[in-house]
DNA sequence: AAATAAATTTAACACTGTTAATTTTTTTAA
DNA sequence: TTAAAAAAATTAACAGTGTTAAATTTATTT
């Protein structure tokens, strides 16, 4: 009966969609068995029959935003630019995209993870996204001997830490408070890692 | 009849110490109206004689825990060397008191502040945590002509969003894994920063 | 010692996540 | 097509959360 997983896998997609719907709109505050639920169209605890707990619907949620977020560093080409400008640019999608949803950033990056269990290795996926969203671009670069295999993995580490802090301040606490200014630092520090020698 | 305000200052601090102890003992998931009630010896309620709600409580450990955290990187000076040095080994205590005292970290840069209001201060105080308790050591170097005042603002904002990024993978998500090689690419990381040159 | 003020506690409310029992709906078998 | 079995969904309940209002106890003044 493949029939019955077909209607499972909707109904749970009805749930994630709920889930997401909220997280961007209102924020994880608000995302509660009960408000998830009857946005779904179920009873309150309907959702146990097909989620372990609130933690499992949620990573469903966070691996949907990952897409997204790559998607839409991704998407658009910017067609004939040189690796580390093409790189540069794309990582300033990457922090836009967490501008926009700054609920995905907190459950990417702030959120408290329990019952990791299974889930570690979603967890790997978005604590490293900003590496795993590039990692083509950064292998095409070694490929052409523009850069060592080496320093790539410095400078992926280095950003990581840098965009991640620049993200955390901005978005969790205003620092600084102006998105002009933010974005114009944000740039600079960028600019800094991966041009090294200006 | 400041006798009266001396015994609600005792009563306050028995809550503050209370809120520490579960903060440091069993995170800041574990605090609660209730548990911190209770082990301060009183009923639930009360502390709302005292303290506006739970976030103002937590606010007032946030202030002790700034404190401590300052005491423990400036209190043992190590003596006769020379500005940067000592520096590096200063921001490598203030890493080591939050790998000690993870619920701090949380409590500085992981929790949400709401009810920010008249709490702005303190909420500056944490956030630029790190360049404030080091600001006599840069300051020194400006005055000794060591380094322009420019480039020290410079090499603290770009420690701040570093060290805090390595403590957020470390603490939040634990990457890496080891506290060894935690602390190894700590060191590399800050170095790369404060002597930009090798 | 009696009246007043202050401090503390109990009761209650609206939330939260989650489990167990019950009811409703859907599927299978005759 | 109807009866039995299985599945799905719902209601009730519990233990927890922060917070407010009313009741009670304690302390201070007259």
Redesign the interface.
């Known amino acids: 009966m493949k029939n019955k997983e077909l209607k499972e896998q909707r109904i749970k997609g009805y749930y994630i969609q709920a889930a997401k719907e909220i997280l961007v709109g209102e924020g994880i505050?608000s995302l509660s068995v009960r408000s998830v639920s009857e946005r779904a169209g179920y009873s309150y605890t309907t959702i146990y029959n097909y989620f372990e707990d609130l933690n499992d619907l949620i990573f469903y949620c966070v691996q949907d935003f990952y897409q997204e977020c790559s998607d839409f560093v991704n998407g658009e080409s910017k067609g004939t630019e040189s690796g580390l400008t093409i790189i540069e640019s794309k990582i300033m999608q990457y922090i836009k995209y967490f501008v926009n949803y700054p609920s995905v950033f907190?459950l990417f990056?702030?959120e408290?993870?329990v019952n990791f269990g299974n889930k570690i290795q979603t967890?790997e996926l978005i604590?490293d996204s900003l590496k795993n969203i590039l990692q083509k671009d950064w292998d095409q670069l070694v490929a052409q001997k523009e850069m060592r295999q080496a320093d790539v993995m410095k400078v992926q580490?280095?950003l990581?830490?840098?965009v991640?802090?620049?993200l955390?301040?901005y978005i969790?606490?205003r620092?600084p408070a102006e998105y002009g200014e933010f974005m114009r630092?944000a740039k600079q520090?960028i600019d800094?890692i991966i041009f090294p020698e200006s």
């Open positions: 505050k907190e990056f702030i408290r993870v967890i604590t580490h280095r990581q830490l840098t991640t802090g620049l955390l301040f969790h606490r620092t630092t520090e800094a």
